[in-house]
T-cell receptor, first 112, second 110 residues
Framework: DAGVTQSPTHLIKTRGQHVTLRCSPI?????VSWYQQVLGQGPQFIFQ???????GRGNFPDRFSARQFPNYSSELNVNALLLGDSALYLC???????????FGPGTRLTVT | EDQVTQSPEALRLQEGESSSLNCSYT??????LFWYRQDPGKGPEFLFT???AGEEKEKERLKATLTKKESFLHITAPKPEDSATYLC???????????FGKGTTLSVSS
């Protein structure tokens, strides 16, 4: 079975631009979460979506937004990019509340 | 505030030299403690879930244990391919987010 997939793998953007990252969950998983991981730190929670509804939001500015589609895939959007947004963005899916989350390979975003 | 602290930050072992990684947690009602392995530039790979004190899980050379305040990841006779960053995480109170520690970077030399 295919795991969590993310696209693109790498991305280079300029300050002030907008970026869209995409994620497809494991087949049968209805929940998708997004995390940001900067070098040397553990992943930080951004959003969780379940059945197209936002179920949780971390401490990130309103420049970050997300949505989930009827096929349970998801997009993370970041507006007005800052240098500090450079990080590995991880998507995870799970089978329900309190279950383990399975992560995709991540999207490496570099903001110059 | 829910919090996870891992120690040591880095650990260097010789092949075959067993050791343990520590994960201390503070959470309002544990709803699961998770161990992940992460290779450089890749997403975390799920290893174990522990739900209650006294629980133990094993996989190859790895064994995870859980008490009321901390978890240990024991590595027996490690090999160079065990080199990676090991992350510990707990669910937040709502069960919607994983709260991660900073990880322990393990290097095993032959």
């Amino acid at each position: 079975d295919a795991g969590v997939t993310q696209s693109p793998t790498h991305l280079i953007k300029t300050r002030g631009q907008h970026v869209t990252l995409r994620c497809s969950p494991i087949s049968g998983h209805k929940s998708v979460s997004w995390y940001q991981q900067v070098l040397g730190q553990g992943p930080q929670f951004i959003f969780q979506y379940y059945e197209k509804e936002e179920r949780g939001r971390g401490n990130f500015p309103d420049r970050f937004s997300a949505r989930q589609f009827p096929n349970y895939s998801s997009e993370l959007n970041v507006n007005a990019l800052l240098l500090g947004d450079s990080a590995l963005y991880l998507c995870a899916s799970d089978g329900g509340l309190h279950y383990e989350q399975y992560f995709g390979p991540g999207t490496r975003l570099t903001v110059t | 505030e829910d919090q996870v602290t891992q120690s040591p930050e880095a650990l260097r072992l010789q092949e075959g030299e067993s050791s343990s990684l520590n994960c201390s947690y503070t959470v309002s009602g544990l709803r699961g403690l998770f161990w992940y392995r992460q290779d450089p530039g890749k997403g975390p790979e799920f290893l174990f879930t522990l739900y209650s004190a006294g629980e133990e899980k094993e996989k190859e050379r790895l064994k995870a244990t859980l008490t009321k305040k901390e978890s240990f990841l024991h590595i027996t006779a490690p090999k160079p391919e065990d080199s990676a960053t090991y992350l510990c995480a707990v669910h937040n109170q709502a069960g919607t987010a994983l709260i991660f520690g900073k990880g322990t970077t393990l290097s095993v030399s032959s």
